[in-house]
């Protein structure tokens, strides 16, 4: 845990591997890590929306739920984007393949199963109240 924090806020760690690549990788790298983290804003700033603005839901503590994981996602996939972005960058300068992710497609998955979710709970709502 130490090495990829270290890795992630000492840009020795970075500079002194491999060489410097084409600044034009090292650009792309880094505005796919800003689209990361506005990914995950969006997360938190929904997990806010959710926990202040949402009517009560048919199921007990539903809204609070919806607002915690939202805020744990958003959270998460910030720290995967750093995470994410030193292991690239570090790719870039050795030369290797870049680095494989399964978390697009978690968190793709995670967010469609919200909205079912969403849908669910909307339609209940929606068959007590005609």
């Known amino acids: 845990m130490y090495q990829a924090v ?9 500079r ?3 060489e410097t690549p084409d600044y034009r990788f090292s650009l792309a790298n880094e505005r796919t890590f800003l689209a990361w983290l506005r990914t995950g804003l969006a997360l938190i700033a929904g997990g806010l929306a959710v926990a202040q603005f949402l009517p009560p ?14 805020l744990l996602l ?3 996939v910030a720290v995967r984007a750093v995470d994410h972005w030193a292991r690239t960058e570090r790719a870039i300068r050795l030369g290797h393949e870049l680095p494989a992710s399964r978390f697009p497609a978690v968190l793709a998955l995670l967010i469609g199963l919200g909205a079912v979710l969403l849908v669910v709970a909307v339609l209940v709502q929606a068959a007590r109240n005609p």
Request: hydrophobic share 45%; net charge neutral; proline share 10%.
């Open 6 to 14: 270290r890795r992630w806020f000492d840009p020795r760690e970075l």
């Open 57 to 70: 839901m048919p199921v007990p503590h539903l809204r609070e739920a919806l607002a915690v994981a939202l």
């Open 74 to 76: 958003g959270g998460t």
């Open 16 to 18: 002194e591997v491999g």
